[in-house]
């Protein structure tokens, strides 16, 4: 049997829940890239039929989670170095758009102090000081669920939901293959990057040099990272903890 944890399924659509509970054991670490499952185990697994779950991997396929099979089901996609390079170049290309939105956009008429900025960024920056917290401990899993939420809502900040939904689906992806790798380290404290506060400090004082410094050297650490230990390596990188590479300090989707 595939090896996720398998609790209750019970609310909203059973589509939408099957996947949402597959897609965190794919970010937890519990399915491994490769491994293989049918549209029966995941049935008898959450004691469901099977047409639910056969349109939430076909979902999950969509996304790029999982790959289909027509003669063995389904498999946890298994994503190479190459593939993380071009997700980290197509977020870096999606969140400079929207940092640009701040001066040259529709949000440059508004007041860095304007009530719908600073409260909208202030909910972001609880996210990141709990991704932060999750970060300096080493809980990878806690985490990404805070660093997802972080990257959502800051993205909502900018008012185009189509950008934050696709920025939303390729830290998933981006998530997933570091996910895959971080197994291989006994301890993740000071591995991961944690510049959450440092990014909405720069944003809420619209010094977009600086936060796309931040950004350019969060994405820096996470290649480097994945490169090590895809390498074998110990994945090491520049000190996560700031864009000019001070002392190492964690923090996604992070690498991620």
């Not at 170095?81 to 977020?91: K, L, P, T």
């Not at 600073?118 to 609880?126: F, M, N, Q, Y």
């Not at 805070?146 to 920025?167: A, C, I, K, M």
Request: with cysteine; proline share 5%.
């Amino acid at each position: 049997m595939p090896g996720f944890s398998g609790g209750a399924v019970t609310r909203s659509t059973l589509r939408q829940q099957i996947a949402d509970a597959l897609r965190d054991e794919v970010l937890a670490g519990r399915l491994q890239p490769g491994q293989e499952f049918t549209v029966k185990e995941i049935a008898d697994q959450y004691g469901v039929s099977a047409t639910p779950v056969r349109e939430a991997l076909v979902d999950l396929s969509a996304q790029g989670l999982l790959d289909a099979d027509q003669h063995r089901g389904f498999r946890v996609h298994a994503y190479s170095v190459d593939d993380f390079r071009g997700m980290i170049e197509a977020r870096a290309l999606v969140t400079d758009g929207m940092f640009h939105a701040l001066t040259d956009g529709p949000m440059a008429h508004l007041q860095p102090d304007a009530p719908p900025v600073t409260a909208a960024l202030a909910g972001v920056r609880r996210r990141g000081e709990e991704a932060q917290r999750a970060a300096l401990a080493g809980e990878v899993t806690v985490l990404i669920g805070y660093d997802l939420r972080f990257w959502r809502e800051l993205g909502s900040v900018f008012g185009n939901p189509y950008l934050t939904d696709f920025l939303h689906r390729l830290r998933v992806q981006t998530w997933v293959c570091v996910v895959q790798r971080l197994r291989r380290l006994p301890d993740l404290r000071g591995r991961l990057w944690a510049a959450h506060t440092d990014l909405v400090d720069a944003l809420v004082s619209r010094d977009t040099d600086a936060a796309r410094a931040i950004v350019e050297s969060y994405d820096a650490h996470a290649l480097s990272l994945v490169e090590g230990l895809t390498d074998g390596g110990a994945g090491k990188g520049p000190a996560p903890g700031s864009a000019q590479g001070e002392p190492p300090a964690p923090g996604a989707d992070t690498l991620s």
